[in-house]
């Protein structure tokens, strides 16, 4: 069974950064995809950041230039670097991976304080 675990999360002021990490039960490179997703309150589920097996990556606009989502092979984890957080990034995130299943961690609330 895959299980995704994520922490990382936390309050922080506008402008400030937080970092994400997502530890996976197994070898990620064996995923299609692994990403990490946010829900705002009262909003839908969106991508944030993907990251393919072959290794191409994508960010939503609202994010590009100020989040970075890198893995490590050895330690089976995905990382998800924020810097110069806005309010708006306030949400819970969550760890996906893919490979024919979709599979999600418990996730992590981000708070950012004006």
């Known amino acids: 069974q895959v299980q995704l675990v994520e922490s990382g999360g936390g309050l922080v002021q506008a402008g400030g950064s937080l970092r994400l990490s997502c530890a996976a039960s197994?070898?990620?490179?064996?995923?299609?995809?692994v990403a990490w997703y946010r829900q705002a309150p009262g909003k839908q589920r969106e991508l944030v950041a993907v990251?393919?097996?072959?290794?191409?990556?994508n960010y939503a606009d609202s994010v590009k230039g100020r989040f970075t989502i890198s893995r490590d092979i050895v330690k089976n984890t995905v990382s998800l670097q924020m810097n110069s957080l806005k309010t708006e990034d306030t949400g819970v995130y969550y760890c996906?991976?893919?490979?024919?299943?979709?599979?999600w961690g418990q996730g992590t609330q981000v708070t950012v304080s004006s």
């Open positions: 990251f393919t097996r072959l290794g191409n990556i």
């Open positions: 197994r070898n990620i490179v064996a995923y299609e995809s």
């Open positions: 996906n991976a893919k490979d024919g299943g979709d599979y």
